[in-house]
């Protein structure tokens, strides 16, 4: 069922004649799932360093371009850094770098932000227990948190794989039309 889901979802974002991304795009959504998912263990998640998200954004930009070579020519990939008018080219490259540079950051900030925000909510939750003389039993930081875990590490992790591979399939299926 899986598989099936990845699939439909795949060819309804590239088009038919990109399914043989769904195995690729599948295998970068369960990675960044297990990976932002893995808070909930009390461990730090894989992508909230800058290291994981960037080298995941460079795998899709070197597929973004490798794709764009193989399916229009060397000669057409030059040509589309001049146009509309060749004046333009040190944007288009700027543009063309962003995109790596976009896909990483946005999925770091969102990890690493919901990270700061939960030590904080347990730094303050423990405050909290001292000033009630009750720092031998944490019962603050055993009960408030699982809301906030749930929405921090389980809604905004599931929410970041899928907006990660989501793009990655615009970004990829762009250039290959």
């Known amino acids: 069922t899986l598989v099936e889901v990845v ?3 795949t ?24 990976a932002n998912l893995i808070g909930l263990l009390g461990l730090r ?10 080298a995941l954004s460079m795998s899709i930009f070197v597929t973004i371009h490798y794709n764009s070579i193989k399916a229009n020519g060397i000669v057409s990939y030059i040509k ?3 146009e509309p008018y060749p004046i333009l080219v040190p ?12 896909l990483g950051f946005r999925l770091f900030g969102n ?22 003389g009750l ?10 948190p699982v809301v906030f875990h749930v929405y921090f590490d389980m809604f905004s992790g599931i929410l970041q794989s899928f907006i ?14």
């Open 7 to 9: 699939t439909k979802f």
């Open 11 to 34: 060819t309804d974002t590239m088009g038919e004649k990109q399914r043989n991304f769904a195995p690729y795009m599948g295998t970068v959504f369960l990675f960044l799932l297990a």
């Open 45 to 54: 998640p894989p992508t909230a360093d800058i290291n994981t998200t960037f």
């Open 80 to 82: 589309g850094y001049f």
């Open 91 to 102: 944007m288009n490259i700027l543009g063309d770098l962003a995109t790596p540079i976009s």
């Open 111 to 132: 990890i690493v932000g919901g990270l700061i925000i939960m030590t904080l909510l347990y730094q303050a939750l423990a405050g909290f227990s001292g000033m009630l």
């Open 135 to 144: 720092t031998s039993i944490p019962i603050f930081q055993a009960i408030i």
């Open 164 to 177: 990660f591979v989501m793009l990655s399939m615009v970004f990829i299926g762009g250039v290959m039309e």
